[in-house]
């Protein structure tokens, strides 16, 4: 079974940027693809970005957030990481990491992001 742990939310001014941080409980290897989820209040639970982990780390990107967010991943530590940058105040969520492994979708806890304007 898979644990993920986010971490790196936080209270930023419009412009700043952050660092997100997904820790897998095991190797990421057999996770595949990874990812990020976001959820405004009053709001649908939104796509944010992927990666895959065995083809190749290919990258997917929400419109709304293409060229200023850049999903990662490190192996050897088994995290996936979420630079955000020039952040909004639209992009305050609640944001959780996602992996899929055997058919099964994971979800970490989750991680307040909040962008003063």
């Known amino acids: 079974q898979v644990q993920l742990v986010e971490s790196g939310g936080g209270l930023v001014q419009a412009g700043g940027s952050l660092r997100l941080s997904c820790v897998a409980s095991?190797?990421?290897?057999?996770?595949?693809?990874m990812g990020w989820y976001r959820q405004a209040p009053g709001k649908q639970r939104e796509w944010v970005a992927s990666?895959?982990?065995?083809?190749?780390?290919?990258?997917n990107y929400a419109d709304s957030v293409k060229g200023r967010f850049t999903i990662s991943r490190d192996n050897a530590k088994n995290t996936v990481s979420l630079q955000m940058n020039s952040l909004k105040p639209e992009d305050t969520a609640v944001y959780y990491c996602?992996?899929?492994?055997?058919?099964?979708?994971?979800w970490g806890q989750g991680t307040q992001v909040t962008v003063s304007s």
């Open positions: 996602y992996g899929r492994q055997y058919g099964f979708i994971y």
């Open positions: 095991g190797s990421i290897s057999s996770i595949d693809p």
């Open positions: 990666i895959t982990i065995t083809s190749g780390s290919a990258t």
